[in-house]
């Protein structure tokens, strides 16, 4: 029977703690898929299955759940009895995770991400209610045959290549950089009419489709962030050439690994970097570190011109550019 696959990996969705009145002492990624499925009765009308693939605090994210995630989708991808999949995880890194998805999926099925900005023992719990909703969106796209990443959080539908945390505690911690929500929800996760559902369908994102296979290289090439600020006189980008060309000669391959291979630079406004910074950065792509200029702005991203030193990435967050760097990287090497 068609059903949705909720995959768990933890987070304050999952997370407990013991007195309501203090609902930011918790410990996160406490409770299993299946009782926070429990939790919501109206889910009961919608088939469903469950599979924890981590159960972690977000800020702990490793390349290797992402593997275990990849795997547990290509699994999802292929068997014809789930129609759609939802993801219940952190809040802290959903950005970077949506990012990998989207880049990966071949947009054949919806996958939903959801998460909470409180427990599920604080009073005002928002996870049942955005588990709900994800559950309903991810059912109803898949009988609409649409397909691709997209995450749910307090009754907004943000794209997964857009989606990214803007508050740092607030309910309402999400946004999408500038771009509109593709559809806001009611109470009862009801899509909205005045979001235009019509639109909203057009608009859902289709992923990149690099395939699932993408990260099963045991270790991902090193990318690093490094924020252009005042002062900014790129200390941290020669120490890190300093510390890769000693991995580089030291013959053994676990430090091989760690080889410095990309850059993505926070820079300021849009898209510009400190002097002292950007004379590094030559200094490192000399040494073929690839170099991407991100913005530390809120909204708006660096739009790619023509004649750019370094490629602009887009509307990524920094964070999220730094997996797509990643991601690019991998190819490079088949
Ligand atoms: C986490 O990201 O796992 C903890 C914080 C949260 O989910 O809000």
């Known amino acids: 029977m068609a059903h949705v696959l909720i995959l768990g990996t933890g987070g304050t969705i999952a997370g407990t703690g013991t007195d309501p009145a203090r609902a930011w002492a918790y410990q996160a990624a406490q409770l299993g898929v299946a009782q926070l499925v429990a939790a919501v009765p109206e889910l009961a009308a919608i088939p469903l299955a469950t599979q924890q693939v981590a159960q972690i605090d977000s800020k702990d994210m490793t390349w290797s759940v992402w593997q275990a995630l990849a795997q547990a989708l290509d699994a999802a ?3 014809a009895a789930v129609e759609a999949v939802v993801i219940t995880h952190g809040t802290d890194t959903l950005e970077e995770t949506a990012c990998l998805l989207h880049h990966l999926h071949d947009g054949r099925k919806p996958i939903v991400l959801t ?3 409180r427990p599920a023992t604080a009073p005002d719990a928002d996870g049942p209610r955005n588990l ?3 559950v309903r969106l991810a059912h109803t796209a898949a009988g609409l045959g649409l397909g691709g990443v997209v995450a749910v959080l307090q009754g907004r539908v943000w794209a997964g290549i857009h989606v990214r945390k803007a508050h740092s505690h607030a309910l309402d911690a999400f946004d999408a950089g500038g771009a509109a929500p593709l ?8 899509v909205l009419a005045s979001a235009g559902a019509a639109s909203w369908m057009a608009a859902w994102p289709r992923g990149e489709g690099m395939g699932w296979a993408r990260v099963s290289s045991p270790k991902p ?6 924020l252009s ?3 900014a006189d790129g200390w941290w980008v020669d120490a890190a050439l300093r510390q890769s060309a000693d991995d580089a000669a030291a013959g053994d391959p676990q430090r091989h690994a760690q080889v410095l291979r990309g850059l993505v630079v926070a820079a300021t406004g849009h898209g510009t970097v400190n002097a002292g910074l950007e004379a590094a950065l030559q200094r490192a792509a000399a040494q073929g570190v690839v170099v991407w200029r991100s913005s530390r702005v809120a909204r708006g991203g660096v739009t790619p011109r023509e004649g750019d030193v370094w490629p602009a990435a887009g509307t990524l967050t920094p964070a999220q550019a730094r997996v797509a760097l990643q991601l690019r990287l991998l190819a490079a090497q088949v």
């Open 77 to 79: 991808m292929q068997d």
């Open 115 to 117: 998460a909470a900005m």
């Open 132 to 134: 709900r909703d994800a």
């Open 183 to 190: 559809a806001v929800l009611d109470d009862a996760g009801e």
């Open 221 to 226: 090439p090193r990318v690093e962030v490094v």
């Open 229 to 231: 600020h005042a002062d």
